[in-house]
């Protein structure tokens, strides 16, 4: 089984400024499998980033995923109020498995 | 619109049963693969199970091969979840999602793109 660890476990910020959110896989992982979500509090989770690169439909800009291998990264260039939330990354490589999450807070 | 929801949670005593169901609407059910994904409370998200969109492919995490069984009636465009031999472990919330196929400079890539709300599962003496 493919194991995704995220870090940091939390990452406090302020508007403005820019978070990277890192996934690093216990196996190489194709770019084509690796996908981001983001979950605010009580609510079911939103795709953001699929292929590692790809923004989904309605995604800002200012969000970006990177990374290949075992390495990636979720970028958020800006951040806006709506953004803090919590992140997962997840690969569809070898079966279907999530990271544990990156909570983004604000400072 | 595009909707999914949940249905069929409960408190259930360990070793026993209880059927998930996910009823999907506003789009073309047969055409997508399904998943469940579940979150014990505090934690993050646990994929469970996925099926093809014709039902002729499942697949389980290890924590509940065995034991839960994932299946569809797309005539019914809804999605099930039998839990059998339910654990403390299995405590939590089971949400369904639509698997999207997405086409990118000649490449397929996927997501999952519709989620519902979820129906809490308790299993508790």
């Known amino acids: 089984e493919i194991v995704l660890t995220q870090s940091p476990g939390t990452l406090s910020l302020s508007p403005g400024e820019r978070a990277t959110l890192s996934c690093r896989a216990s196996?190489?992982?194709?770019?084509?499998?690796l996908v981001w979500y983001q979950q605010k509090p009580g609510q079911a989770p939103r795709l953001l980033i699929f292929?590692?690169?790809n923004r989904a439909t309605g995604i800002p800009d200012r969000f970006s995923g990177g990374g290949s291998g075992t390495d990636f990264t979720l970028t958020i260039s800006r951040l806006e109020p709506e953004d803090f939330a919590v992140y997962y990354c997840q690969q569809y490589g070898s079966s279907y498995t999530f990271g544990q999450g990156t909570r983004l807070e604000i400072k | 619109q595009v909707q999914l929801a949940e249905s069929g949670g409960g408190v259930v005593q360990p070793g026993r049963s209880l059927r998930l169901s996910c009823a999907a609407s506003g789009f073309t059910f047969s055409n997508y693969g399904m998943h469940w994904v579940r979150q014990a409370p505090g934690k993050g998200l646990e994929w469970v199970a996925v099926i093809w969109y014709d039902g002729t492919n499942k697949y389980y995490a290890d924590s509940v091969k065995g034991r839960f069984t994932i299946s569809r009636d797309n005539s019914k465009n809804t999605l099930y979840l039998q839990l059998n031999s339910l654990r403390a472990e299995d405590t939590g919330v089971y949400c369904c999602?639509?698997?999207?196929?997405?086409?990118?400079?000649?490449?397929?890539?996927?997501?999952?793109?519709?989620w519902g709300q979820g129906t809490t599962v308790t299993v508790s003496s």
């Open positions: 292929g590692a690169s």
């Open positions: 999602a639509r698997e999207e196929t997405m086409l990118r400079g000649g490449y397929y890539y996927y997501g999952m793109d519709v």
């Open positions: 196996q190489s992982v194709s770019s084509s499998f």
